[in-house]
């Protein structure tokens, strides 16, 4: 949550973590779903009023 929350591309999170960036795609995009989201930027600001309420 954390990188997608600094807008890291895809690409970068999966160069920086050595794995193809399909399966960044697939995890954010189960993440995404799971939260019932459709953009990172709904989950920055999620995150965002999340850490506000705390």
């Known amino acids: 949550m ?3 929350h600094f807008a890291v591309s895809s690409l970068q999170f999966a160069y920086e973590l ?5 399966i960044i795609r697939a995890h954010i995009t189960a993440i995404l779903k799971k939260l019932g989201l459709s953009s990172r930027t709904q989950v920055a600001l999620a995150l965002q009023q ?5």
């Open 2 to 4: 954390v990188k997608l």
């Open 50 to 54: 999340l850490q506000a309420d705390n």
């Open 18 to 22: 050595g794995i193809p960036e399909a």
